[in-house]
């Protein structure tokens, strides 16, 4: 039976089965631009809820460019993604490919939560560190690239050198965006946000 892309529930099983490597979830997301606004919907949802109790918080330069380098942070790479395949002419890919990209990149949380609980149940104290958040974070991260790269592959219809090569442009072009933020004022440096690791507060690894 051929999957029916779009709906909830094919979403996650698409979601569920790309998470785990399988060809066969790519099925289940649709070519079109809907599916495209369907899968940037939440995450926009999430940027504006998150911007405003930021913002509400601490109403402050800072505060608004963490909110506008996030939104680039969504976008950014849609644009690099986009524009490397009409340069490798799969472009009429596209649609499903980042419709596939900005959902499988919920599971990266999960993940990340899963390594949590393991660390949670076999070493409590590590978990307390900045190290045990290192290694929560470098698994998700970790994670994240291979998924970029795989349904970069799978989804692009590309080989494995340009689905890296495709990763590696993104990667780039959000560091040049985070070195351009730091330099200008009021010289927001997203690095910091990521090291704001689970136990740093705690001095245990002081």
């Known amino acids: 039976m051929t999957p029916q892309p779009g709906g909830f529930g094919n979403i996650l099983r698409g979601m569920l089965l790309l998470g785990r490597g ?6 289940y997301f649709g070519n079109t631009r809907d599916a495209v606004l369907t899968a940037l919907a939440p995450r926009i949802a999430l940027w504006l809820v998150g911007g405003l109790l930021t913002m509400a918080h601490a109403p402050d330069a800072t505060s608004v460019t963490r909110w506008l380098f996030s939104l680039c942070m969504i976008l950014l790479p849609a644009v690099v ?29 999960f993940v990340m939560l899963a390594v949590a609980l393991l660390m949670a149940l076999g070493s409590p104290a590590l978990l307390e560190t900045t190290y045990g ?27 494995g050198g340009r689905a890296m090569l495709m990763v590696g442009a993104v990667l780039v072009s959000l560091t040049l965006m ?20 689970p136990g740093a507060s705690s001095g245990t690894s002081h």
């Open 178 to 197: 985070a070195v351009v933020t730091a330099l200008l004022p009021p010289h927001y440096m997203p690095w910091h946000d990521f090291m704001a690791l």
């Open 81 to 109: 993604t986009y524009a490397l395949a009409q340069r490798w002419h799969r472009s009429g890919l596209w649609c499903r490919y980042i419709a596939a990209a900005w959902w499988t990149d919920w599971l990266s949380p």
């Open 133 to 159: 958040g290192l290694i929560i974070n470098g698994v998700g991260f970790a994670y994240s690239l291979w998924m970029t790269w795989f349904i970069a592959r799978v989804g692009l219809a590309l080989g």
């Open 22 to 27: 399988r060809v066969a979830g790519l099925a």
